[in-house]
T-cell receptor, first 116, second 116 residues
Framework: DTAVSQTPKYLVTQMGNDKSIKCEQN?????MYWYKQDSKKFLKIMFS???????INETVPNRFSPKSPDKAHLNLHINSLELGDSAVYFC???????????????FGPGTRLTVT | AQSVTQLGSHVSVSEGALVLLRCNYS??????LFWYVQYPNQGLQLLLK??????LVKGINGFEAEFKKSETSFHLTKPSAHMSDAAEYFC??????????????FGTGTRLTIIP
């Protein structure tokens, strides 16, 4: 059973297009995240949602809009794609940090976005 | 603000030799520290974590890390490298006391190559 899944795995599109990446987790977690990994492998958080409420927005251009229809899903919609948006996007989820020792973020397999 | 520095973007060791990947952190509050591994074209997998319990943490695949507050370090080690250890390794820090904002701040990663 896949804990955190993302679709599509690969996405190739042209500049100016609008695209979406979907993420689903079946772990019953309350918090979900989007991370961006650039060509140098640097990982940076973009957004986090807790129970469908936006918690973290790390100065991401407003062309990026996360949407959480329910706490098991967090989708990422990107408008007017630019060359610099090419990256691997990772979704992750975690349970409430009720017990610190149990805290862990589980990552999806990633979506490689290529903008041409 | 929290940050992580990984010394050495590339590390090569011979099969059977000691693996040492360095991570230093900066945090104004007690940190929670993580090591993740990323195999080629895959998502991130948690190797181990420090969440204020024992300072020597054992993880999966024979890896361990020691939290040293005086040195602000959390270096990852494995006594004997195996070919299957070749991957990208990321150190990350989180502030779990900031409930609902438990984002991970990642280092820039270290690519581990195993020489046969």
């Amino acid at each position: 059973d896949t804990a955190v899944s993302q679709t599509p795995k690969y996405l190739v599109t042209q500049m100016g297009n609008d695209k979406s990446i979907k993420c689903e987790q079946n772990l019953g977690h309350d918090t979900m995240y989007w991370y961006k990994q650039d060509s140098k492998k640097f990982l940076k958080i973009m957004f986090s949602y807790n129970n469908k409420e936006l918690i973290i927005n790390e100065t991401v251009p407003n062309r990026f809009s996360p949407k959480s229809p329910d706490k098991a899903h967090l989708n990422l919609h990107i408008n007017s794609l630019e060359l610099g948006d090419s990256a691997v996007y990772f979704c992750a989820s975690s349970a409430e940090a009720i017990r610190e020792s149990s805290y862990e973020q589980y990552f999806g397999p990633g979506t490689r976005l290529t903008v041409t | 603000a929290q940050s992580v520095t990984q010394l050495g973007s590339h590390v090569s060791v011979s099969e059977g030799a000691l693996v040492l990947l360095r991570c230093n952190y900066s945090s104004s509050v007690p940190p929670y520290l993580f090591w993740y591994v990323q195999y080629p074209n895959q998502g991130l997998q948690l190797l181990l974590k420090y969440t204020s319990a024992a300072t020597l943490v054992k993880g999966i695949n024979g890896f361990e890390a020691e939290f040293k507050k005086s040195e602000t370090s959390f270096h990852l080690t494995k006594p004997s490298a195996h070919m299957s250890d070749a991957a990208e390794y990321f150190c990350a820090v989180s502030d779990l006391s900031n409930f609902g904002n438990e984002k991970l701040t990642f280092g820039t990663g270290t690519r581990l190559t195993i020489i046969p």
